[in-house]
């Protein structure tokens, strides 16, 4: 007797349409549709899924076309499995302990089990603790909140940056920040700085006291002494920057961005020059530390920061070097006449701040 086939007619169709098999198991009952279908040529099978011949032969052993269940994944598991070697005593006495000192650890549950004579490792206790947890024996307290939540106030104004919002051009994202500057004992000024994350040009002054008016003071001299319109700012959550200085902001049209609380990573370009300005001016400046006095030398620092410094992340341009080459690239890219004079503004605004802090420094200074 000659055997075509060790399938029944029509027993693939009946297993798919009649059961509900598992995505693996319909994809082994296409083997056998392919196997069947292609003159039961078992390595072509293999070779077209990819799979080895160990492999197709055992599911073809296990497989029977009357059950196409037998396709389906058997458990991993093994027959014989390890067994807890601990006693309900000892579950009996970790319970109690655990229900008494709800937050100690299988540690301190160890000390306290062995001073009542149990010889029993820490780890024992963890699987005791985690077998009480699985069967519901063991509930964890419900903690009881010793310190309230303070209440968000909504800003008027401010709100969190747009994920879709970059900055491409000088001004579109200035960064603003305060520190405190302790020169000497019992003396403490407020140092400011604003920062713009394209051309890393800065700003910065020093006052007495961090408040709403003296940040908006502050905002004057951004505008006067940045020269590139003024678009948005990115600050934190201090006291500083709300009240009249978000007010002020909202008035004259420039975008407020407030950082999520303990986030300073997020201005990191103004904390970090912070830290410059902090290591390469108020660490080596021979000053008596009074404002008439420091204010001319962190004047003369800012001109020096933002024409004479080479920044790094510039590759190693000045501020001012970094606008005149991308303005020069602009004007070549952009032939237009409005376009050429938003140019020459913006070059003759760096022209007026450099005279401005040559004649600031010369009027504080007295000369």
């Known amino acids: 007797m000659k055997i075509i086939s060790g399938l029944v007619p029509g027993a693939l169709k009946l297993a798919k349409l009649n059961f509900n098999l598992s995505r693996e198991a319909r994809r082994r009952l296409e083997w056998f549709e392919y196997y069947a279908a292609h003159g ?64 100690w650890g299988k540690d301190k549950l160890a000390v306290l089990l062995a001073d009542e004579g149990w010889k029993v490792s820490a780890s024992m206790i963890g699987r005791i603790l985690r077998y009480l947890k699985n069967r519901g024996l063991l509930v964890e307290p419900r903690l009881n909140p010793i310190s309230a939540k303070k209440r968000t106030r909504k800003r008027p104004y401010a709100k969190r940056k747009p994920q879709d919002y970059r900055a491409q051009s000088p001004g579109d994202i200035v960064q603003l920040d305060t520190m405190d500057v302790r020169p000497l004992p019992g003396v403490i000024f407020k140092h400011f700085t604003a920062y713009d994350v ?96 420091l204010r001319p030398k962190l004047l003369q620092w800012e001109m020096i920061c933002n024409t004479e410094r080479p920044h790094q992340a510039l590759g190693y341009l000045t501020p001012l070097q970094f606008l005149h080459k991308l303005n020069a690239k602009e004007l070549m890219c ?12 913006l070059n003759k605004n760096i022209i007026n701040y450099m005279r401005s802090c040559a004649y600031k ?3 504080c200074t007295g000369l």
């Open 361 to 363: 420094r010369k009027k």
């Open 334 to 345: 952009h032939q237009c006449t409005e376009r050429v004079q938003c140019l020459d503004v």
């Open 198 to 293: 394209v051309s890393k040009w800065n700003v910065v002054n020093v006052y007495r006291q961090a408040t709403a008016a003296t940040a908006t003071r502050f905002l004057d001299e951004i505008e006067q002494r940045m020269p590139f319109k003024l678009r948005a700012i990115q600050i934190d959550g201090g006291s500083e920057f709300q009240s009249i200085f978000e007010a002020e902001c909202q008035k004259r049209g420039i975008q407020l961005f407030v950082l999520p609380p303990r986030s300073p990573k997020l201005n990191g370009g103004v904390e970090r020059a912070n830290r410059t300005h902090t290591e390469e001016f108020y660490e080596v400046t021979d000053s008596s530390f009074d404002l008439v006095d």
């Open 40 to 103: 039961q040529n078992a390595r072509l099978t293999c070779r077209h899924f990819d799979i080895s011949p160990q492999t197709f032969y055992r599911w073809k052993r296990r497989y029977n076309p009357m059950h196409p269940q037998t396709l389906e994944s058997h458990s991993c598991r093994p027959r014989h499995v390890r067994q807890p070697t601990f006693g309900a005593e000892l579950v009996t006495a970790v319970l109690r302990m655990r229900e008494e000192y709800p937050r």
